[in-house]
């Protein structure tokens, strides 16, 4: 079955400060994997999108790395903002099974001052 | 700014009306999304359309009726809700359907009284 697992599920940081979130997954045959902002009652907007052959790709101060081989990905983000505050959704999609890509249960970011 | 559009933003109604939730892009993008979000959790696929045809329904009850005028049009036709099909409801395209990356509307937030 097809999973994705998003750690943590949530976590505080000071504004200026640097965080990282993980995401696992077992889909397969992997196709890309896509990380998500999502603020309080507004659609996902797109960071970052990685096929198997890329292991690094920056959106500003959002950088996603992928290990294809351990199915690891993670997303960095360096010198929060408090705007910076949203959940965090990784989503893996498979070459098969089309049109129905696995969302992880995201990460809900809050950065104070 | 999101170039998927959905109208309306907000929506009210009651257990008996008729309303329909519209989502429009401009991208040239052949694959439309409806999904369905409730607070802190991921969004749930609800329907599928490929090159204008229906090509997933996530066994979706029949209140929910989607339609898709032509390519760059989606409704979500509604009626004889319950209470719990509250919910932000998101549009969604993509260039093909075959696993790509989305873009997503803003969303509706749906209240049902």
């Known amino acids: 079955k097809n999973q994705v697992e998003q750690s943590p599920q949530s976590l505080i940081i000071l504004e200026g400060k640097n965080c990282t979130l993980q995401?696992?997954?077992?889909?397969?045959?992997?196709?890309?994997l896509r990380w998500y902002k999502q603020d309080t009652g507004r659609g996902p907007v797109s960071l970052t999108i990685?096929?198997?052959?890329?292991n690094t790709k920056s959106n500003g101060r959002y950088t996603a790395t992928l290990d294809a081989d351990t199915k690891q990905s993670s997303l960095h983000i360096t010198a929060s903002q408090l705007s910076d505050s949203a959940s965090y959704i990784c989503v893996v999609s498979a070459k098969t099974n089309a049109g129905k890509s696995t969302f992880g249960d995201g990460t809900t970011l809050t950065v104070k001052p | 700014d999101t170039e998927v559009t959905q109208t309306p933003k907000h929506l009210v109604m009651g257990m008996t009306n008729k309303k329909s939730l519209k989502c429009e892009q401009h991208?040239?993008?052949?694959?439309m999304y409806w999904y369905k979000q409730k607070a802190k959790k991921p969004p749930e696929l609800m329907f599928v359309y490929s090159y204008e045809k229906l090509s997933i329904n996530e066994s979706v009850p029949s209140r929910f009726s989607p339609e898709c005028p032509n390519s760059s049009l989606l409704n979500l036709h509604l009626h004889a809700l319950q209470p719990e099909d509250s919910a932000l409801y998101l549009c969604?395209?993509?260039?093909?359907?075959?696993?790509?990356?989305?873009?997503f509307g803003s969303g509706t937030r749906l209240t049902v009284v």
């Open positions: 991208m040239g993008h052949r694959a």
């Open positions: 990685m096929t198997f052959s890329e």
């Open positions: 995401c696992n997954y077992t889909v397969s045959p992997f196709s890309n």
């Open positions: 969604a395209s993509s260039q093909d359907g075959q696993g790509d990356g989305y873009t």
